[in-house]
């Protein structure tokens, strides 16, 4: 029984680049979380969402970034025309129907913007 | 608003020592709380939750509801439990976290 799957575990992209962090949900989970965790900084809520639904986006800031959890593959967090401030690492988080605050988590991927 | 506020960044303690982890909170519902743990290059994990009232690898936490806080206990520290530790709260959104307590255990 894998647990969540984030890849990939490190990406760097220039300045104006777009970033593409995939995440795969524990087999049978529906929800699905992003988090960005800054240097020095906790873990910061982002998105939250069901397959083929964004539930909760209050996280996300609102240019460039974006979400979705098609009802096939895996959840993709997009952020486009990266810019330095943008490099954290960014963690997926699972969890099963009705259990929301049960969050398995994926090992990240750390995005370093150059 | 929900906040977790876990007021060290660092706590060092010796082997058998006790350990508290000190987290409060701000919610004016009632909050689920969740202590959850990140041992050096594993993934952040589950630890223990308050609805649950259990103790899990020696560690208890109560949820005080007087004074919003959902401290971590343990009474004999182990070099094992050196690690990262969060804090989070559910409320009416998903998991909030604090900025998170490293554990460094010493022998």
């Known amino acids: 029984n894998a647990g969540v799957m984030q890849n990939p575990r490190h990406l760097v992209r220039r300045r104006g680049q777009e970033a593409r962090l995939r995440c795969s949900p524990v087999?049978?989970?529906?929800?699905v979380y992003w988090y960005r965790q800054l240097p020095e900084e906790g873990l910061k809520f982002m998105v939250y969402l069901q397959k083929e639904n964004i539930i909760d986006e209050s996280g996300m800031p609102k240019e460039r970034f974006s979400a979705e959890f098609p009802k096939e593959g895996p959840s993709i967090l997009r952020i486009q025309q990266v810019v330095r401030g943008d490099s954290a690492a960014y963690f997926c988080?699972?969890?099963?129907?009705?259990?929301?605050?049960?969050?398995?988590f994926g090992q990240g991927t750390r995005l370093t913007v150059v | 608003a929900q906040r977790v506020t876990q007021p060290e960044k660092l706590l060092s303690v010796f082997k058998g020592a006790p350990v508290e982890l000190k987290c409060n909170y701000s919610y004016s519902g009632s909050p689920e709380l969740f202590w959850y743990v990140q041992y050096s290059r594993q993934r952040l994990q589950l630890l223990l939750r308050?609805?649950s009232r259990e103790s899990i690898k020696g560690f208890t936490a109560d949820l005080n509801k007087g004074e919003t806080s959902f401290h971590l206990k343990k009474p004999f520290a182990q070099e094992e439990d050196s690690a990262m530790y969060y804090c989070?709260?559910?409320?009416?959104?998903?998991?909030?976290f604090g900025k998170g307590t490293r554990l460094s255990v010493i022998a």
């Open positions: 308050h609805i």
């Open positions: 087999k049978g989970h529906s929800h």
């Open positions: 989070a709260l559910r409320g009416n959104t998903p998991l909030v």
């Open positions: 988080a699972s969890s099963p129907p009705g259990q929301a605050g049960l969050a398995f």
